[in-house]
Every structure is written in C-alpha cells, then in structure tokens.
C-alpha cells in the first residue's frame, strides 16, 4: 500500500507543468470579481455610510471597478494610510459603502468595540471598504484597492438575518460533500476563545455587536493582509511614488515584478508540491489524478499537510492566501486569544453518510499550529513587512500563555476539542 502512495505522490508531481520563476499574468480579482458578478451587475446599490473627504460621486465610481483601466489613481482615492493622517474609526466609516444602512452602523459599533493598534494599521492599504447582500465570498479587489466585505458578518436581528446572502465559497477545498471529492478524509477546523466557538452565535435568530465581534475581525484582518501584500505601507508612505498612477496598474506592476511581502516570506510554499496539486486535484474532481486519490487516506494527507510550513491547508490555494492565513491567525491569537483548532478527518468509506453521534476520528491534528516552530518564524517574518515598528521580541513573548497542543493517536475530534 506504502508503494502505490508513493506512485500517486509522483504522479501528482509529474501533472502540471509550471515554475515560480515564470511570467505572471494577472492575479486572482478577476476570478473574485466573477464570483460576485451580481454586485457589479447595478451601479449605486451601495451609498456612503456618511460624509468624507472624498466625494459620494467618487466613492461609486472608483468601488465598481471591474477593468484596472477604469480604476481611480492614488490622486482620486489616497489610501487611508496616505498623508501620514491617523487612522480612526471616523476616516474608515467615511470610507464604507454599505447596500443597507444598518450594515454601516453595525460595522461602526463592532470596530470601537476592536482594540487592536494593529487592525487599525492595516487598513491603511484600502481605500474603501464595501459591505453588501450582494457579496459573497468577501474578497479584496486588488483592481481597485477595495475590501468587499459579506453582509453575513454584520447582521444583529432576524430582519437583518434574512438579508445575509449565504452561498458556498467554492474556493475552500475539503475532501468531502454532494460537491466536492468524495474522498476518505477532510480537512476540518474550528476558531475558539476559551473552548467556545467564535461562530456559535451565528447560528442564532439574533446576537449582538459583541458576538460578531471576533468573526469579523478575523475576516477584516485576512482582506487587509491581502491589501497590505499589495500596497504595503513601506510602498504608499514612499514620498517618491506617482499618485496619478491608477491603482489597478500599480497593484498589477508589484504583482508581475514578484514585488509583493508574499513573494519574500521565509521559507515559501513551493506551488508545486504534493500538497498544492493535491489541493488542484481535489478541486478538479474529474480526471485520472483525481481517480488516484480516491485511494488516498487521511493519515497520508495529515502527513503531508503537517511536514510543510502553511497555518491552514487554504494557504495552498495561493501565496496570498498563505500570507492572509498567518497573518489571521498570529493576529488572532496576540489580540483575542483566538484558538486554531485543526485536524484531517478519516471516514471509513467513500460517499459514507455521517450519524449525528459520529465522532470525527482523526488521522492527524493540532491546537495552535501558528506556534510551530516554522510556521511562527514566517508568520512573524511576514508581521514584522506589514508593520513598520514591529518589535518581535515582545510580540513573541505575548504568546507564552499559549501552547502547541499535538492530537494523540485514535483521539476523536470532540475529545481533542475538549483538551
């Protein structure tokens, strides 16, 4: 049985072709921009939450950008971190376009609720921010500088519940479901303060500001990392650079350059390894490759996500998603003492049809992989570009509390949960 893994391990490694070193074309917005297609169908379905700096007639027409020709330059829209001005809850609220007006309220009560110096850094690299029914997956258009933010995170009543467009983010790959591999293992994972799920709330008819609280930030911090990957504040503090330059252009030009904080992380996810064509075979779901792993088992899959660097199996799904996902969780865990709970789920059979009292054996699994010898060296690494006054030591020594907890051999998931 070892043998034949063997064989699939090279089989997967002789299927594409590609090389990190090669030209790049374009980024993933425009497959992002697709996905949402229904939001940029109608202009003006969004409005400013109140009055900034910057024109309402501007805000709509550098928010539905779809073609980087048609961006606005950093002379229409400076980044909120331009200008060496402060940034507050009051400039990012006078940056919001929101479908509902309650969304824009809610949004402003959960950021005063947020403490953290460094969420508010982060947001130096937007230059707006748009929360709407409309969205779904939220994403960060690097076209035009935005964060699109999905109504879901934002609702307190039933009568907001009911607004929250809910439809499946395709681009999370999991080895099981009517859609996707019906493979024998599955990639699960949970985000936790005190052994209590964030998402529990969400679940409910009604929650407060307070509950969305912690699933928000966490959302804002991935789409800011992936706006700081591309405008970095080392790049828009630069008293050199061309403001009359669209944005869509100078994203474009840091991408094609391998100019991006993503590109110079320590020890990088080789995008072509046993772990990324994995993640394209399951995603593929058709084809001799994909046939090949329908033999595969979760403890050959824990092992293998286990002896590369990235937090989360998504951070395979691109380099910018490897950056988002470490910096999400390292943030996480400094500010709120967010819990990544992790782990490969084995089923005993394809297509198994799970019992509600099933208990999730698991192949492999771990509590806080973010403190992984390695994977928290690139994680700190990749802070130390984003911030300018970044100071590791003590950033480092805030995370004692916290430890790295391995899952034991025939361990279930609700007992591994539970330690």
Same mark, same amino acid.
């Given at each position: 049985m070892?043998?034949?893994?063997?064989?699939?391990?090279?089989?997967l490694?002789?299927?594409?072709?590609?090389?990190?070193?090669?030209?790049?074309?374009?980024?993933?917005?425009?497959?992002?921009?697709? /996905?949402?297609?229904?939001?940029?169908?109608? +202009?003006?379905?969004? !409005?400013? =939450?109140? %009055?900034?700096? @910057?024109?309402?007639?501007?805000?709509?027409?550098?928010?539905?950008?779809?073609?980087?020709?048609?961006s606005?330059?950093?002379?229409?829209?400076?980044?909120?971190?331009?200008?060496s001005?402060k940034?507050t809850?009051?400039r990012?609220?006078?940056?919001?376009?929101?479908?509902?007006r309650?969304l824009?309220?809610?949004?402003?009560?959960?950021?005063?609720?947020?403490?953290?110096?460094?969420?508010m850094?982060?947001?130096?690299?937007?230059?707006?921010?748009?929360?709407?029914d409309?969205?779904?997956p939220?994403?960060?258009?690097?076209?035009?500088?935005?964060?699109?933010?999905s109504?879901?995170?934002?609702?307190?009543?039933?009568?907001?519940k009911?607004?929250a467009?809910?439809?499946?983010d395709?681009?999370?790959?999991?080895?099981?479901?009517? /859609?996707?591999?019906?493979l024998?293992?599955? +990639?699960?994972?949970? !985000?936790? =303060?005190? %052994?209590k799920? @964030?998402?529990s709330?969400?679940?409910?008819?009604s929650?407060?500001?307070?509950?969305?609280?912690?699933?928000?930030?966490?959302?804002?911090?991935?789409?800011?990392?992936?706006a700081?990957?591309?405008l970095?504040?080392?790049?828009?503090q630069n008293?050199g650079?061309d403001?009359?330059?669209?944005?869509?252009?100078?994203?474009?030009?840091?991408?094609?350059?391998?100019?991006?904080?993503?590109?110079s992380?320590?020890?990088?996810?080789?995008?072509?390894?046993?772990?990324?064509?994995l993640?394209?075979?399951?995603?593929?779901?058709e084809?001799?490759?994909?046939?090949?792993?329908?033999?595969?088992?979760a403890e050959?899959?824990?092992?293998?996500?286990?002896?590369?660097?990235?937090?989360?199996?998504y951070?395979?799904y691109?380099?910018?998603?490897?950056?988002?996902?470490?910096?999400?969780?390292?943030?996480g865990l400094?500010?709120?003492?967010?819990e990544?709970?992790?782990?490969?789920?084995?089923?005993?059979?394809?297509?198994?049809?799970?019992?509600?009292?099933?208990?999730?054996?698991?192949?492999?699994?771990?509590?806080?992989?973010?403190?992984?010898?390695?994977?928290?060296?690139?994680?700190?690494?990749?802070?130390?570009?984003?911030?300018?006054?970044?100071?590791a030591?003590?950033?480092?020594?805030?995370l004692?509390?916290?430890?790295?907890?391995?899952?034991e051999?025939?361990?279930g998931?609700?007992?591994?949960?539970?330690?």
């Amino acid at each position: 049985m070892k043998t034949n893994f063997v064989i699939l391990i090279l089989a997967l490694l002789s299927a594409c072709g590609g090389s990190k070193s090669g030209d790049r074309v374009e980024d993933s917005s425009g497959l992002l921009i697709s /996905k949402n297609q229904v939001f940029f169908e109608k +202009f003006g379905e969004v !409005q400013p =939450v109140q %009055k900034s700096e @910057i024109k309402k007639e501007t805000l709509l027409k550098c928010t539905y950008v779809i073609e980087r020709a048609d961006s606005c330059t950093l002379q229409e829209l400076p980044l909120l971190g331009m200008n060496s001005k402060k940034i507050t809850v009051d400039r990012i609220i006078g940056r919001t376009m929101v479908s509902h007006r309650f969304l824009g309220e809610n949004f402003k009560a959960a950021l005063l609720k947020m403490s953290s110096e460094y969420l508010m850094q982060l947001f130096g690299s937007v230059g707006i921010i748009v929360i709407s029914d409309k969205v779904n997956p939220s994403f960060y258009n690097s076209r035009s500088g935005t964060i699109f933010i999905s109504a879901r995170y934002l609702w307190t009543t039933p009568e907001q519940k009911k607004l929250a467009t809910v439809k499946k983010d395709d681009r999370v790959v999991t080895g099981s479901g009517p /859609k996707k591999a019906p493979l024998k293992f599955e +990639f699960y994972g949970l !985000q936790v =303060v005190d %052994k209590k799920n @964030i998402w529990s709330a969400s679940r409910d008819s009604s929650r407060t500001v307070e509950e969305l609280k912690l699933p928000l930030y966490r959302l804002l911090v991935h789409e800011l990392a992936h706006a700081n990957d591309y405008l970095p504040s080392s790049f828009y503090q630069n008293l050199g650079i061309d403001s009359y330059r669209k944005i869509g252009e100078l994203t474009l030009r840091r991408f094609k350059r391998f100019d991006l904080i993503s590109d110079s992380l320590l020890e990088p996810l080789e995008r072509e390894s046993f772990m990324a064509r994995l993640q394209k075979a399951i995603n593929s779901s058709e084809g001799e490759l994909f046939g090949q792993l329908l033999e595969m088992t979760a403890e050959l899959a824990g092992e293998l996500f286990s002896n590369e660097s990235a937090v989360d199996p998504y951070g395979h799904y691109t380099q910018n998603e490897d950056l988002a996902m470490l910096v999400e969780d390292l943030l996480g865990l400094h500010d709120y003492q967010i819990e990544r709970i992790q782990g490969v789920i084995s089923y005993p059979s394809l297509n198994f049809l799970i019992p509600e009292d099933y208990n999730y054996p698991l192949a492999w699994g771990q509590n806080n992989r973010i403190l992984e010898p390695t994977v928290l060296g690139r994680a700190m690494e990749a802070a130390s570009q984003l911030f300018p006054s970044f100071n590791a030591v003590e950033f480092k020594s805030s995370l004692q509390g916290f430890k790295l907890i391995q899952a034991e051999k025939g361990m279930g998931w609700r007992e591994f949960r539970a330690l």
